[in-house]
């Protein structure tokens, strides 16, 4: 990891736009833990997305993950998805990701978080 990471994560644009509606509607109390659930759902799942088109800078990596538990969860369970970029490049991709797959199941009725957890559980049992 040759490139230095980042200070302030955020979002795709209009994912940006998905995740204050998920707040509106009362998914989240606030962004930042629809950030945090988002990032985690992506690794819980497993999948690496694709660069972020046209990032919003929202949080400051301090606020994002004060104890570093997202970090420390991106570097022991996707080492290789980290060979071509830093933990939080890596960490915003993956909340633009859960996000957007929440904003989805939000739009297509309510989100089943126990499904959710299930489908971790099924992945990492």
Do not use: C
């Not at 104890?67 to 998805?81: F, G, I, T």
């Not at 890596?90 to 990701?97: G, H, S, V």
């Amino acid at each position: 990891m040759s490139t230095s990471d980042l200070i302030n994560v955020g979002l795709s644009e209009a994912v940006d736009d998905k995740l204050a509606e998920l707040k509106e509607m009362g998914v989240f109390a606030d962004k930042i833990d629809g950030y945090r659930f988002g990032a985690s759902l992506a690794i819980a799942q497993g999948v690496v997305p694709g660069d972020l088109v046209k990032r919003v800078n929202l949080y400051n990596v301090g606020s994002l993950d004060p104890d570093q538990a997202l970090r420390r969860a991106v570097e022991a369970l996707m080492p290789s998805a980290l060979e071509d970029t830093t933990v939080y490049r890596l960490i915003e991709r993956l909340a633009d990701w859960g996000v957007n797959e929440l904003y989805s199941q939000a739009k297509a009725g309510e989100i089943d978080f126990a499904a959710l957890l299930d489908q971790a559980d099924e992945k990492h049992g």
